[in-house]
């Protein structure tokens, strides 16, 4: 079965991780052909993607003026590959492959990645209008539409429900573990000049607001006043010392020196199990792929109610109201008085809900049911 995968850009993030693990599951498999294109630019996963011998095109749309020009391109290569199956993922994707879809007479799977999106808090207004389109097209271009999420059902309340279903992220939990081994966690805590009985609370996500960087620094902020020897160690795509919004906000605490900025980084598992508390803070998420990650490696989560996180964690002593530091500093301050025995026990318990419920096979399974079932439609 051939499959082209639609999606706006291959820059990492986690859509284009999940569309990844998805590939690599069948990668060994001749039953599988996968094609990417990227309406954008080709980023690491696209590079990725080519390294394991993956087609992978780039439409290169950078504007309004240039896509109809593109979206020619894109309706050139799938009709040069006559998929079995188109499968877009995201908002502008599900629009322009749909269309193309529907205009070269192919099958297609939408994608939604995320529960909300608000103008002007991450969101561009031209998007909510693209989301409205899809909406009333969604009765009649996609055959189904795969949600990451079960909030993002609810939340999408225009869309044809009775075409809905919903697929979460998937982890190959033995991988991620052998990875975060790469580095002893001893040896990558001293690169950084982490003390070996220093508290570390972990924080992974590109610099948006939906990832609330505030209400993290705010927590933060309560933290180091309550607690001696601790360190915020940030990660992602602009978390660094180039970035003034984000440096000002850690300037105002009592303690800018306590924050550790490794900007984007490959060696996220390894950066996980240097943590002894992860912390999601977004006021937004769809299925929060981190924080399944750091549930493999069996970290302590803290987490704010966005998307399906609360579903994922099954603690409400783990989970806080979005935009509250002080509730969610109380969460983590408990995590904290617990011995290192008994937040072990809360990592051990998070791991098995990824193995049981949320594994790569779970999701590999999934999609091919779906795959099969839209195919002979």
């Known amino acids: 079965m051939k499959i082209l995968h639609i999606i706006i850009g291959l ?22 052909q996968h094609i990417v294109i990227s309406l954008t630019t080709i980023g ?6 080519q390294e394991l011998g993956i ?22 290569i799938i009709k040069n590959n006559q998929p079995d199956i188109i499968h877009s993922w995201m908002y502008h994707a599900d629009l322009l492959g749909g269309i193309a879809a529907y205009l070269t007479k192919h099958k297609i799977i939408w994608s939604i990645r995320n529960t909300h999106a608000i103008v002007g808090l991450g969101t561009a207004s031209f998007t909510k209008y693209i989301m409205l389109t899809c909406a009333l097209l969604s009765k009649y271009i996609p055959e189904k539409i795969v949600c990451v999420a ?8 225009k869309y044809d429900h009775t075409k809905m279903i919903v ?17 002893s966690r001893e040896v990558f805590r001293s690169s950084l000049g982490i003390n070996s009985d220093t508290i570390v609370i972990g924080s992974i996500g590109r610099f948006n607001d939906y990832k609330d960087f505030p209400t993290f620094i705010k927590t933060a902020s309560e933290l180091l006043n309550a607690h001696d020897n601790l360190k915020l160690l940030l990660i992602g795509r602009n978390i660094d010392t180039n ?23 490959n060696d996220i598992p390894v950066c996980l199990q240097a943590m002894d508390i992860f912390c999601l803070h977004s006021i937004s998420e769809g299925f929060p792929n981190v924080l399944g990650e750091a549930m493999c490696i069996g970290v302590p989560c803290v987490t704010t109610d966005a998307g399906d ?20 500093a109380g969460k ?6 617990l011995s290192s025995e008994e937040r072990h026990e809360i990592g051990s318990k998070l791991q098995q809900i990824i193995k049981t419920d949320y594994s790569l096979q779970n999701m590999q399974q999934s999609y091919e049911k779906l795959y099969t079932e839209v195919a002979n439609s």
Not at 63 to 68: K, L, V
Not at 309 to 328: C, E, F, H, Y
């Open 11 to 32: 820059n990492v993030g986690g859509a284009e991780n999940a569309l990844k693990r998805l590939i690599e599951s069948h990668l060994n498999n001749p039953n599988y």
């Open 44 to 49: 690491k996963i696209g590079i990725q993607l």
């Open 55 to 76: 087609k992978v095109y780039t439409l290169e749309i950078s504007s309004f003026w240039n896509a109809p020009l593109k979206f020619l391109n894109l309706i050139k």
């Open 150 to 157: 079960n909030s993002a059902i609810l939340s999408h309340d």
């Open 167 to 183: 697929i979460p992220n998937g982890y190959d939990t033995e991988k991620i573990i052998t990875q975060s081994n790469n580095i």
């Open 243 to 265: 970035n003034n919004a984000l440096m000002t906000l850690i300037n105002k605490t009592i303690d800018p020196n306590a924050f550790l900025l490794l900007g984007e980084r």
């Open 309 to 328: 996180a609360a579903l994922m964690v099954r603690n409400a002593k783990l989970v806080s109201p979005i935009s509250d530091p002080t509730a969610l």
């Open 332 to 337: 983590i301050k408990s995590i904290i008085t």
